[in-house]
Structures are given as C-alpha cells and as structure tokens.
C-alpha cells in the first residue's frame, strides 16, 4: 500500500523553528518529485516548496523563500522540511505529495497524498 506518513508538527512560538519529515512506504521515492503544501483554516491549500526526483531543483513560493528548506534522503525514503523564522500566517496543516511527474506536483495535482501534520505559530 503506497502511503506517505508526515511527522514533527506542533506548537511553536513566532521566530522558532521546527523541522517536518515525511516518510513513504510502499514504494521508492528515488523517481518521485515531492512537493510540500499547507492548508490554513478558511483558505485554500497552498503548494510552497518542491523538490524534483532527477537533479534536485527546488521550487520555492515567495511566501517561504528564505525561510524554509526542502531535503530528502532516499536512502531513508523521507523528505524533511526545515522550517525558520516561523511566523504565525506559517499556521495550517502541512502536507507531503509525491508524483512521478512534476509538472503534477507543480500544479497541486500529485498522485500520493499524506493526511498532514498541523503547525501552529502562536506566542
């Protein structure tokens, strides 16, 4: 069974930092562009942050630029996200997404879907 399995989401005072994995299980992610998206309540979900499978170019919104980092490790079959300077419109539910094709990852469109993580930035 293909599943993504997101990890290390809680609270967090403004300026902190927390670090996000997402693990797959039932296949590889060595062929799979990731892609990191986020949900906040009343708004509509948000791809910031992906990585491709080939060379390991990331795509970054505006929003994180600067602030959070993309990794993977497929030896590891995880991808992790660095989060700094958190701020509190940081606050939602943080999803991983995984898709052979990029291009579908890029348009929120991935195959594998994790059921999310929430984040919460609140002093």
């Known amino acids: 069974q293909f599943q993504l399995v997101e990890s290390g989401g809680g609270l967090v005072q403004p300026g902190g930092s927390l670090r996000l994995s997402c693990e797959a299980s039932?296949?590889?992610?060595?062929?799979?562009?990731i892609g990191w998206f986020r949900q906040a309540p009343g708004k509509e979900r948000e791809g910031f942050l992906s990585?491709?499978?080939?060379?390991?170019?990331?795509y970054y919104a505006d929003s994180v630029k600067g602030r959070f980092t993309i990794s993977r490790d497929n030896n590891a079959n995880m991808v992790y996200l660095q989060m700094n300077s958190l701020k509190p419109e940081d606050t939602a539910v943080y999803s991983c997404?995984?898709?052979?094709?990029?291009?579908?990852?890029?348009?929120?469109?991935?195959?594998?879907w994790g059921r999310g993580t929430q984040v919460t930035v609140s002093s």
């Open positions: 039932g296949f590889t992610l060595d062929y799979y562009a």
């Open positions: 997404a995984a898709d052979r094709r990029l291009p579908l990852l890029l348009s929120g469109r991935p195959t594998f």
């Open positions: 990585i491709s499978s080939t060379d390991g170019t990331t």
